[in-house]
């Protein structure tokens, strides 16, 4: 039970910083459109 708490917890933290550098990549792709278009 440990073993899968801590490997949830794992999952969960690693889940949370693809989401962050998803969003991080994401905002510069806008960015470039954006000054691609201006």
């Known amino acids: 039970e440990v073993t899968a708490a ?3 917890c794992l ?3 690693r ?3 693809l989401a962050e ?3 991080t990549l994401l905002e510069e792709k806008d ?3 954006a000054h ?3």
């Open 15 to 17: 889940y949370e910083a």
């Open 21 to 23: 550098f998803a969003e």
């Open 11 to 13: 999952y969960t933290e």
């Open 6 to 8: 801590v490997g949830q």
């Open 36 to 38: 691609s278009v201006a």
């Open 31 to 33: 960015a470039g459109l």
